[in-house]
């Protein structure tokens, strides 16, 4: 049976929901064309109908990330600094304990080197996105007076940005590890630790 029967928009959505999951379990190079039509149900010629090259698709999977994070932390805005942190902290949450994958600027920054220089592009831009906001919250954090640290917002944000990263990948091993660096990310900026979570948020 034809999984891919709807309209254009769908197909196009169903071809990317299911490149997102191979993307974030196995990554960009692990994956092939042919596993995405098999699992549709349909021939190759139907997603190169969508995306001519595997290129393509992987630039529009992360130009989707780019306006998803964009559309999460507008969201955000009218929180305090520390309420803010708490929301990028349960970002990690939603790829791991929902789904066991790393984040996709984990996947795409551990192969970029071989990414095409069209996704090179891409990525370095959605991880920018990702990294100003961390720093933003530390800076608004300061400016707020409910955070406390030495050194400048840029490096404070640089420091809890990638320690979460670096925490994702090793939570496939040690699933432990995100509560303790989120532990030490707010002991390091004066933060007492929270109630347990209500829920995670949807960025899907």
């Given amino acids: 049976m034809n999984k891919l029967s709807g309209t254009k ?42 995306f001519p090259h595997k290129t393509d698709l992987g630039v529009a999977l992360i130009q989707r990330y780019r306006r998803r994070f964009t559309r999460f932390i507008e969201a955000q805005q009218m929180l305090a600094a520390d309420e803010q942190l708490e929301r990028y902290f349960e970002l990690s949450d939603v790829y791991f304990l929902r789904n066991r994958q790393i984040c996709p600027s984990g996947v795409l920054s551990t192969e970029f080197p071989r990414l095409p220089q069209a996704m090179q592009f891409e990525a370095e831009a959605f991880i920018a996105d990702m990294r100003t906001w961390a720093v933003s919250i530390a800076a608004r954090g300061r400016a707020e ?44 900026l004066g933060l007492p630790s929270p109630e347990p979570l209500r829920e995670i948020p949807d960025v899907t």
Avoid at 15 to 32: C, K, R
Wanted: with cysteine; charged share 15%.
């Fill in 145 to 188: 007076g409910c955070m406390h640290y030495q050194g400048e917002p840029e490096a404070i944000g640089a420091v809890f940005f990638s320690a979460l990263q670096g925490a994702l990948q090793l939570a496939r091993v040690d699933g432990k590890i995100l509560d303790t660096v989120k532990i030490q990310i707010r002991a390091m």
């Fill in 9 to 50: 928009g769908e197909t196009h959505k169903k071809i990317l929901d299911l490149a997102e999951t191979l993307l974030l379990t196995h990554g960009y190079h692990a994956f092939s064309y042919q596993q995405v039509s098999q699992a549709l149900g349909v021939r190759n010629a139907a997603i190169h109908y969508h």
